[in-house]
Nanobody, 126 residues
Framework: QLQASGGGLVQAGGSLRLSCAAS????????IGWFRQAPGKEREGVAC????????IYTESAKGRFTISRDNAKNTVYLQMNSLKPEDTAVYYC?????????????????????WGKGTLVTVSS
């Protein structure tokens, strides 16, 4: 199971760190991503990381402001979000492809994530 946490209310320009904790199994072979869905909009991939942690992908709006990282010893993936903007307001979800690492430890694609956790709400006020 995946559980996202760390959301909250923050002013524009502020920072938040989201955590995605996995329980019940090790994440060593998981590719994991952060996704978000704003009211009235489709869900989009924000940042994804390979099972090795060496490769990452970011959506254009997140580049330079967000950083995805992982600590396999803690079974946790993080999303550090800086310089937040009101348009970052959304429910943020983490998701995983739990078997990708068995055949590719460098593939950070956000496609193919099929294990989803509950989201955490991020609200950025202007």
């Amino acid at each position: 199971q995946l559980q996202a946490s760390g959301g909250g209310l923050v002013q524009a320009g502020g920072s938040l760190r989201l955590s995605c904790a996995a329980s019940g199994s090790t994440v060593d072979y998981y590719a994991i991503g952060w996704f978000r869905q704003a009211p009235g909009k489709e869900r989009e991939g924000v940042a994804c990381i390979s099972s090795s942690g060496s490769y990452t992908i970011y959506t254009e709006s997140a580049k330079g402001r967000f950083t995805i990282s992982r600590d396999n010893a803690k079974n946790t993936v993080y999303l550090q979000m800086n310089s937040l903007k009101p348009e970052d307001t959304a429910v943020y979800y983490c998701a995983a492809d739990p078997i990708r690492g068995y055949y590719s430890d460098y593939d950070a694609s956000c496609d193919g994530m099929n294990h989803w956790g509950k989201g955490t709400l991020v609200t950025v006020s202007s």
